[in-house]
């Protein structure tokens, strides 16, 4: 079976400083790839998403951006964080090709102080 | 583009009673849609989908849903509410590109 992670679990930033989140997928091949964040109160915002490796689209242009390095890894970067980049990251993954169907991982908790 | 609106924002229900979130979508052709639920601190869980065929679909967790072309509707109801069921509940619709949009979510309380 399918299974996704994501570490850290929780993190506390000061401003400024620079963010790594790691999501990864067992049990799939070629999986899509998708980083949400959800603000306090607010509904999901999709960030990026991947259908393969090397492949980045991004739907909100921020001072974040993703990279696929490996078939079934996905890294959301800042160089700088900003206050308003708290929230709760979510990284999810569907089938490859043409689905719409999205499995979550449990979710980064990011406090930039 | 597709957009989703969950009209409730909170949702308080007494155990045992039962259970309808509201969920219309803006969509041109016949839509994907799903009902996801995240409890405090977690991910999203899928609770159920419509692509086509039976326009009633069985979900986990005793939830189904009705999707109402006329209406651009995708309510989820449960008869009979359970403590454990007090989440916030998300309506989605997919959208070119493999990706989903979805609604601003409903907080469910539930009381005893």
């Known amino acids: 079976s399918q299974t996704i992670h994501q570490w850290p679990a929780t993190l506390v930033q000061p401003v400024g400083s620079p963010l790594s989140l790691e999501c990864t997928v067992e049990g799939t091949s070629n999986p899509n790839l998708y980083w949400y964040r959800q603000a306090a109160g607010r509904g999901l915002q999709l960030l990026f998403y991947s259908v393969g490796i090397g492949q980045i689209s991004s739907e909100v242009p921020q001072n974040l951006s993703a990279s696929r390095p490996q078939d079934r890894q996905f890294i959301l970067s800042s160089k700088k964080l900003l206050l308003s980049d708290s929230g709760f990251y979510l990284c999810?993954?569907?089938?490859?090709?043409?689905?719409?169907?999205?499995?979550f991982g449990p979710g980064t908790r990011l406090t930039v102080t | 583009a597709q957009s989703v609106t969950q009209p409730d924002i909170h949702i308080t229900v007494s155990e045992g009673a039962s259970l309808e979130l509201r969920c219309n979508y803006s969509y041109g052709a016949t839509p994907y849609l799903f009902w996801y639920v995240q409890s405090p601190g977690q991910g999203l869980q899928l609770l159920l989908k419509y692509f086509s065929g039976d326009t009633l679909v069985q979900g986990i967790k005793g939830f189904e849903a009705e999707f109402k072309r006329s209406q651009s509707s995708f309510n989820l109801r449960k008869p009979s509410v359970h403590w454990s069921d007090a989440a916030e509940y998300f309506c989605a619709v997919g959208e070119s590109g493999n990706k989903l949009v979805f609604g601003a979510g409903t907080i469910l309380r539930v009381k005893s």
């Open positions: 999810a993954w569907s089938v490859g090709g043409t689905t719409y169907e999205q499995y």
